[in-house]
């Protein structure tokens, strides 16, 4: 019930499919759980189709705010801007992965051919009967649902991925590659003087060569960092105000960052 799961199960259903969505983690309107790998979708008109195919465009749209560019900073201390589009006055928008994946699951289960089903998590599948199996968290009970059609949105560890893969006859492949960084988010809420950053600051700020990626959100601050190994993070500001991220290789310093202490 992530977001590819979300919208195709809402589409299939508005194009009067029966269809059961069943997702590993526990519903997450209800539940708090760990976000993951968070930091905002990015949704510019591709996605935006998809959402105005599902007739929910106008609803995420008051969920998003514009993104117009990043703020690079150089290992000099300089700062520019980056454009995201070469034409003035375009953006892409900024968007809660959980707050769009709550909007789309709303739309989901109001729709009479939908069942919703949380907690299990697929363990195997069928790929020529076209069922699946799935083993409950909560009771440890495996059940088997079976469809005319299954559509595999279960993400990077792939249990029908790799299903697929060991059926020689489908000739089927792919490879897979680590990442060599890590990750890490730092949420910074506002403060009763406002939020971290002084406008007119952009939503997005990169520190080059230190891998951080850190947006504003209607006073909120979040930042994602993605160091190499290695490398260690703090975070540091004055009254809530102004903030910035340090990532040290070795004892370095990043431009812009605060001195240690």
């Given at each position: ?6 919208i ?10 029966q ?11 209800d ?22 195919l599902?007739?929910?465009e ?17 290992q ?26 709550m ?24 790929l020529?009967k076209?069922?699946?199996t ?12 079976e ?14 991925r ?12 792919f ?13 910074i809420?506002?403060?009763k ?7 007119p600051?952009p939503p ?13 959100h ?6 994602g960092?993605?160091?190499a ?8 500001g ?20 605060l001195?240690?202490?």
């Amino acid at each position: 019930a992530g977001l590819c799961g979300s919208i195709v199960a809402l589409r299939m259903a508005q194009r009067g499919y029966q269809v059961q969505q069943v997702e590993k983690r526990p519903d997450l309107r209800d539940v708090t759980q760990d976000a993951g790998r968070s930091i905002n979708l990015s949704l510019s008109d591709r996605g935006l189709k998809a959402l105005r195919l599902a007739g929910v465009e106008e609803q995420a749209l008051e969920l998003c705010i514009p993104m117009y560019g990043r703020m690079i900073h150089d290992q000099k201390g300089n700062t520019f801007m980056s454009n995201y589009s070469g034409r003035d006055g375009e953006y892409i928008n900024s968007i809660s992965r959980p707050g769009l994946n709550m909007l789309l699951l709303d739309k989901a289960e109001e729709m009479p051919n939908v069942e919703l089903i949380f907690n299990k998590g697929c363990t195997a599948i069928d790929l020529e009967k076209g069922t699946a199996t799935f083993t409950d968290y909560n009771t440890k009970q495996e059940s088997t649902f079976e469809g005319d059609l299954v559509l595999a949105t279960d993400g990077a560890g792939s249990v029908v991925r790799k299903a697929m893969f060991n059926k020689r006859e489908l000739l089927f492949s792919f490879s897979q590659q680590w990442l060599t960084h890590g990750y890490k988010e730092t949420p910074i809420p506002a403060t009763k003087v406002g939020g971290p950053l002084p406008p007119p600051a952009p939503p997005v700020s990169r520190l080059c060569g230190f891998g951080v990626v850190a947006g504003a959100h209607g006073g909120d601050f979040g930042g994602g960092h993605m160091p190499a190994p290695g490398f260690a993070m703090r975070v540091g500001g004055a009254e809530g105000r102004f903030v910035w991220f340090q990532m040290r290789p070795l004892g370095a310093r990043a431009p812009g960052a605060l001195p240690p202490t």
